[in-house]
């Protein structure tokens, strides 16, 4: 199969502070990406759908100023949190669909806390 | 819109066999993906159904009902290891996948 990686796995920033998690499928290109949070012990949850070289689709309730996402290429998009907040502490996992597989490939997940 | 329901919580003895349901509505559908996830863990993927019927891997098979909107995980010769979530997702192709609240499994001694 595919593989997808996300970079960083771990990270703990300060309230207030921007966090950019990448996301790069490594063996295939990725004209989508999807970008999903989970809380703890909870579903993981889609926030926005991500196009190489258009803007992305934001899920309802989910701030678009606040989660910048970015497609640039179609092995590489990022996920900014902006002035992250203790409630941004969740675990954020990519997907990256693969048309060749015709299936969606998911990188190892960012666990975000912010103190 | 998209409605996925499975159990909460399964227990089950190691060694033994364990069937984890999913009904679901979707407005398309291609095929369904069962995942394992783990504590921590980016889920993993475990199968992926498009045609009605039984797809066995070893020790899990899934099972698909396209007309009943049903799907089922079967896990046999239980393992610890196979102490997770275990999430259930309709897709329909090109299309974010939709999860299930996921089954959170523990297999006992």
């Known amino acids: 199969g595919a593989v997808v990686s996300q970079h960083p796995s771990r990270v703990i920033c300060k309230s207030g502070t921007s966090v950019k998690i990448e996301c790069r499928s490594l063996?295939?290109?990725?004209?989508?990406m999807f970008w999903y949070r989970q809380f703890p012990k909870k579903s993981l949850m889609l926030m926005a759908t991500s196009n190489e070289g258009s803007k992305a689709t934001y899920e309802q309730g989910v701030e678009k100023d606040k989660f910048l996402i970015n497609h640039a290429s179609l092995t590489l998009s990022t996920l900014t949190v902006t002035s992250a907040h203790p409630e941004d502490s969740s675990f954020y996992i990519c997907s990256a669909f693969s048309g060749s597989y015709n299936e969606q490939f998911f990188g190892p997940g960012t666990r975000l806390t912010v103190l | 819109g998209q409605n996925i329901d499975q159990p909460t919580e399964m227990t089950a003895t190691e060694g033994a066999i364990v069937q984890i349901n999913c009904t679901y509505q979707t407005s398309g559908f291609n095929g369904l993906f069962w995942y394992q996830q783990h504590a921590g863990e980016a889920p993993t993927f475990l199968s992926y159904n498009v045609l009605d019927g039984l797809e066995e891997k070893g020790r899990f098979s899934s099972f698909l009902s396209r007309s009943k909107g049903y799907s089922y995980l079967l896990l046999k010769e239980l393992q610890m290891k196979d102490s997770a979530s275990y999430l259930c997702?309709?897709?329909?192709?090109?299309?974010?996948?939709?999860f299930g609240k996921g089954t959170r499994l523990s297999v006992i001694a």
């Open positions: 063996d295939f290109q990725a004209t989508t």
């Open positions: 997702a309709p897709e329909g192709g090109n299309t974010p996948l939709v």
